[in-house]
């Protein structure tokens, strides 16, 4: 719970990071600084949804956790690694918001791929 006993912003920010880069620093320093962000929660894919290749999940989780590691308030999680295939992204916000009724998540991620959106696995629902 946050100070004031109302839910903790939380933003969920999901995407490849084949590699993490300065501009996946920069949005996570825009969601703490200026969206009021309490965390931010980085959550490499586990497997690409449209099967593209990508470095070993392993490698990029340790590449995140470099790049994001001088950030306060931060945490790079390994779940959609926990959670197996199909790596959906409604499902990693289904378990975070099972894990953590107190946490008020916004999703995050790239605008390469929001023009895929129509792809997702129930965008529509992700989106409620």
Do not use: N
């Amino acid at each position: 719970m946050a100070e004031d006993g109302g839910p903790i912003e939380v933003a969920l920010y999901g995407g490849s990071f084949d590699p993490p880069h300065v501009a996946h620093v920069m949005a996570i320093a825009y969601l703490r600084t200026v969206l009021g962000m309490t965390r931010v929660v980085v959550v490499p894919v586990y497997a690409h949804a449209f099967d593209k290749e990508l470095t070993p999940f392993r490698h990029r989780l340790k590449m995140c956790e470099l790049a994001f590691a001088d950030l306060r308030g931060v945490e790079i999680s390994p779940l959609e690694q926990e959670l197996g295939l199909p790596s959906w992204t409604l499902r990693t916000v289904q378990e975070l918001a099972r894990r953590h009724p107190h946490w008020r998540l916004r999703l995050t991620i790239g605008a390469d791929v929001l023009a895929d959106a129509h792809r997702w696995h129930a965008f529509e629902q992700l989106v409620q």
